[in-house]
């Protein structure tokens, strides 16, 4: 048998990143209906941020997260540890919220109102200012490094500095009160927390809206995933109009596309250039879109240069695309059985929240009785001794009285009559007394009642156990 020589064949090594490099994005400015809105977004929710911590209430700050006393103010309302329900009925509602919007109109949220978007827009605002529009940066950023362009860096990245630290100040200040950390800046008597978490959440800032942007949105955002999952085929999304746009290319303004087979998307790529997040909406919906609609705005610019209808990028849904719904139809179909679940359910959340909000009572009473043994008089009267822990939620001294009920004869040797400052929590001992025989021997049910003397209709029934020795 011949023997066949096997020449090896030499294999050829490749190397993959496993991360895509990242393509700067230079977005070109956008005016239109969506840019307007994002404005007044980014407008109404900085000045929430940045205006609501020097507010005032009650010679307090309105709204401030006090860790160290462990409550929270926020205008009228105090709120404590055992309050700790409102938190999580607020996380539920905030869940539902983005499962109803996000099912209605897609990702509204970080398109308009999520944190980094608004940042990254402020950022981008400014860097406009310094360095110029798309072109400018772009030819600014592939020049030599001249004197110019250094000046035109550090002037940038300066402002930038100066926002993302106010904003970091902004931050410590719903948790120390602004005011004395403004002394505390002024005076360098900052503590090292304070300045942790100002350099912390600058730093945060100034690194994901000035330099991350996209990428946050596109690698280290997990709504992005997820949002899928709560997409249907009647969820408003921004959407290129295939149909209608293709085939594209580029051509006169006097030519008549459909005659030469085209259809009405000039190609000229004023969707990318504006995108946030540099994708190409003509290719389909995306993960790393996040609804901003510029596309949409840039594209109705071009249309009205064309002289062609508006709308061939626009917010609407999967079904008034491929069905050919009117408005009427496709807004008969956003409000579906899923929404209108959606609603209901995050509607009843949020009476109930408020209800219980607006029948709060401002006074929280614990019992905790004494470990030692009953004590039995002389008269074969049996005592047993408790501590009193109340909490006065209010923003004014209060005075109460206390009674106890469950046993016939019951009294209380100790003052009935407290009083504890505003916001405060106050410890009494009560001792309370019951005739011999009004009891069963062992562990009996009885009840403090804490009263309000200003206002009767505060009063907190608190359970208790008095022991009788057999």
Same mark, same amino acid.
């Given at each position: 048998?011949?023997?066949?020589?096997?020449?090896?064949?030499p294999?050829?090594? $490749? !190397?993959?990143? +496993?991360?895509? /490099? &990242?393509?700067?994005?230079?977005? #070109?400015?956008?005016?239109?209906?969506?840019? %307007?809105?994002?404005?007044?977004?980014?407008?109404?929710?900085?000045?929430?941020?940045?205006?609501?911590?020097?507010?005032?209430?009650?010679?307090?700050?309105?709204?401030?997260?006090?860790?160290?006393?462990?409550?929270?103010?926020?205008?009228?309302?105090?709120?404590?540890?055992?309050?700790?329900?409102?938190?999580?009925?607020?996380?539920?509602?905030?869940?539902?919220?983005l499962?109803?919007?996000?099912?209605?109109?897609?990702?509204?949220?970080?398109?308009?109102?999520?944190?980094?978007?608004?940042y $990254? !827009?402020?950022? +981008?605002?400014? /860097? &406009?200012?310094?360095?110029?529009? #798309?072109?400018?940066?772009?030819?600014?950023? %592939?020049?030599?490094?001249?004197?110019?362009?250094?000046?035109?860096?550090?002037?940038?990245?300066?402002?930038?500095?100066?926002?993302?630290?106010?904003?970091?100040?902004?931050?410590?200040?719903?948790?120390?009160?602004?005011?004395?950390?403004?002394?505390?800046?002024?005076?360098?008597?900052?503590?090292?927390?304070?300045?942790?978490?100002?350099?912390?959440?600058?730093?945060?800032t100034?690194?994901?809206?000035?330099?991350?942007r996209?990428?946050?949105?596109?690698?280290?955002?997990?709504?992005?995933?997820?949002?899928?999952?709560?997409?249907?085929?009647?969820?408003?999304?921004?959407?290129?109009?295939?149909?209608?746009?293709?085939p594209?290319?580029?051509?006169?303004?006097?030519?008549?596309?459909?005659?030469?087979?085209?259809?009405?998307?000039?190609?000229?790529?004023?969707?990318?250039?504006?995108?946030?997040?540099?994708?190409?909406?003509?290719?389909g919906?995306?993960?790393?879109?996040?609804?901003?609609?510029?596309?949409?705005?840039?594209?109705?610019?071009?249309?009205d240069?064309?002289?062609?209808?508006?709308?061939?990028i626009?917010?609407?849904?999967?079904?008034?695309?491929?069905?050919?719904?009117?408005?009427k139809?496709?807004?008969?179909?956003?409000?579906?059985?899923?929404?209108?679940?959606?609603?209901?359910?995050?509607?009843?959340?949020?009476?109930?929240?408020?209800?219980?909000?607006?029948?709060?009572?401002?006074?929280?009473v614990?019992?905790?009785?004494?470990?030692?043994?009953?004590?039995?008089?002389?008269?074969?009267?049996?005592?047993?001794?408790?501590?009193?822990?109340?909490?006065?939620?209010?923003?004014?001294?209060?005075?109460?009285?206390?009674?106890?009920?469950?046993?016939?004869?019951?009294?209380?040797?100790?003052?009935?009559?407290?009083?504890?400052?505003?916001?405060?929590?106050?410890?009494?001992?009560?001792?309370?007394?019951?005739?011999?025989?009004?009891?069963?021997?062992?562990?009996?049910?009885?009840?403090?009642?804490?009263?309000?003397?200003?206002?009767?209709?505060?009063?907190?029934?608190?359970?208790?156990?008095?022991?009788?020795?057999?």
């Amino acid at each position: 048998m011949k023997h066949i020589p096997i020449i090896p064949v030499p294999i050829e090594e $490749t !190397e993959m990143a +496993l991360f895509e /490099e &990242r393509k700067k994005i230079y977005p #070109r400015s956008q005016k239109g209906w969506f840019a %307007s809105w994002r404005w007044v977004m980014v407008a109404f929710t900085q000045l929430l941020f940045y205006g609501t911590a020097w507010l005032e209430w009650n010679d307090r700050q309105a709204v401030l997260f006090d860790l160290v006393t462990r409550k929270f103010y926020i205008f009228g309302l105090i709120l404590w540890p055992q309050d700790f329900i409102y938190l999580a009925v607020l996380l539920v509602i905030s869940a539902l919220s983005l499962f109803l919007f996000t099912a209605v109109a897609g990702r509204l949220f970080c398109g308009y109102a999520c944190p980094q978007t608004v940042y $990254t !827009e402020i950022f +981008l605002w400014i /860097e &406009r200012r310094v360095e110029g529009d #798309r072109n400018a940066r772009i030819k600014l950023d %592939s020049g030599p490094l001249t004197a110019r362009k250094f000046s035109l860096k550090f002037i940038k990245h300066f402002i930038w500095l100066v926002v993302a630290l106010w904003t970091g100040f902004t931050f410590v200040g719903y948790f120390t009160p602004i005011r004395e950390l403004t002394f505390s800046v002024g005076s360098f008597t900052l503590g090292p927390w304070e300045t942790f978490w100002i350099l912390f959440y600058g730093f945060a800032t100034y690194g994901n809206a000035g330099w991350m942007r996209e990428q946050v949105c596109k690698y280290m955002c997990p709504y992005a995933r997820f949002q899928s999952a709560m997409f249907d085929k009647d969820t408003l999304i921004v959407t290129y109009d295939t149909e209608r746009g293709e085939p594209r290319g580029s051509r006169n303004k006097k030519v008549d596309f459909k005659a030469e087979g085209l259809g009405a998307c000039v190609d000229c790529g004023i969707c990318v250039q504006v995108c946030p997040t540099g994708i190409d909406i003509r290719n389909g919906l995306q993960y790393e879109c996040i609804a901003c609609g510029l596309c949409a705005d840039g594209c109705d610019q071009v249309m009205d240069k064309m002289g062609y209808e508006r709308g061939l990028i626009r917010y609407t849904t999967e079904h008034a695309i491929t069905r050919k719904l009117d408005k009427k139809a496709m807004w008969a179909r956003v409000f579906r059985l899923r929404t209108l679940i959606y609603t209901t359910i995050l509607s009843l959340i949020i009476l109930v929240a408020a209800g219980s909000l607006y029948y709060h009572v401002p006074l929280k009473v614990d019992v905790i009785r004494d470990r030692g043994m009953p004590k039995i008089t002389e008269t074969g009267d049996i005592e047993n001794v408790y501590r009193l822990q109340v909490m006065n939620t209010q923003e004014s001294g209060r005075k109460y009285s206390i009674s106890v009920d469950g046993a016939q004869g019951a009294s209380i040797l100790s003052d009935t009559d407290i009083e504890v400052t505003s916001a405060t929590t106050k410890a009494f001992p009560v001792r309370v007394r019951i005739p011999a025989n009004a009891l069963q021997p062992g562990s009996n049910r009885i009840r403090f009642i804490v009263k309000d003397l200003d206002s009767p209709d505060v009063t907190v029934t608190e359970k208790a156990v008095f022991i009788v020795p057999r």
